[in-house]
T-cell receptor, first 116, second 113 residues
Framework: AQTVTQSQPEMSVQEAETVTLSCTYD???????LFWYKQPPSRQMILVIR??????QNATENRFSVNFQKAAKSFSLKISDSQLGDAAMYFC?????????????FGKGTKLTVNP | DGGITQSPKYLFRKEGQNVTLSCEQNLNHDAMYWYRQDPGQGLRLIYY?????DFQKGDIAEGYSVSREKKESFPLTVTSAQKNPTAFYLC?????WGKGEQYFGPGTRLTVT
């Protein structure tokens, strides 16, 4: 069974600084998707970034980028120029890509605090 | 605007009563999901449905039931058999042949006393 591990229950960063959130996963599949979701205090889950495992290039969305290390099964999220609005729970998630809908497997989350 | 709606935002019930949580989407997505979130936990899948009139159990289906009579709607019933029903419930949807991402509703906080 696939598993997703986020080893940092809490992280903090100063406004305008850079922070990296860690995620590792376990799968025997060669092709899959990985995601980072953000859950602010409103508790609405928001997709931050997606990575397709067959693509070697790391995904980037504005201030958010990932470091995808397929052999190491590592998928970290880097937030640059942190803003107060980035404070939230961040969840790493895995999905297989056999086609058809499949469930997402979530890590337990990292709570990010942004200090002014 | 396209999206997923869940109602109500907060729901209170007495122990022993069944309660139904609403989830509606107008994204024309094929698949819909119900997750449960508890403090310190990630999201755990309760049920999911890939097509109308069909649904599958997730990891923690005991004490829950669902129906999928319409593509747009996927209501979740929390029955009296669910031992710890107090939790935050999230509904999501996705395309069948999409790129794996799911889109979430705003959630319902259920409190059973």
């Amino acid at each position: 069974a696939q598993t997703v591990t986020q080893s940092q229950p809490e992280m903090s960063v100063q406004e305008a600084e850079t922070v990296t959130l860690s995620c590792t996963y376990d799968t025997s599949e060669s092709d899959y998707y990985l995601f980072w979701y953000k859950q602010p205090p409103s508790r609405q889950m928001i997709l931050v970034i997606r990575q397709e495992a067959y693509k070697q290039q790391n995904a980037t969305e504005n201030r958010f980028s990932v470091n995808f290390q397929k052999a190491a099964k590592s998928f970290s999220l880097k937030i640059s120029d942190s803003q107060l609005g980035d404070a939230a729970m961040y969840f790493c998630a895995y999905s297989p890509t056999q086609g058809g809908s499949e469930k997402l497997v979530f890590g337990k989350g990292t709570k990010l605090t942004v200090n002014p | 605007d396209g999206g997923i709606t869940q109602s109500p935002k907060y729901l209170f019930r007495k122990e022993g009563q069944n309660v139904t949580l609403s989830c509606e989407q107008n994204l024309n997505h094929d698949a819909m999901y119900w997750y449960r979130q508890d403090p310190g936990q990630g999201l755990r899948l309760i049920y999911y449905s890939q097509i109308v009139n069909d649904f599958q159990k997730g990891d923690i289906a005991e004490g829950y039931s669902v129906s999928r009579e319409k593509k747009e709607s996927f209501p979740l019933t929390v029955t009296s058999a669910q031992k710890n029903p107090t939790a935050f419930y999230l509904c999501a949807s996705s395309l069948i042949w999409g790129k794996g991402e799911q889109y979430f509703g705003p959630g319902t906080r259920l409190t059973v006393t």
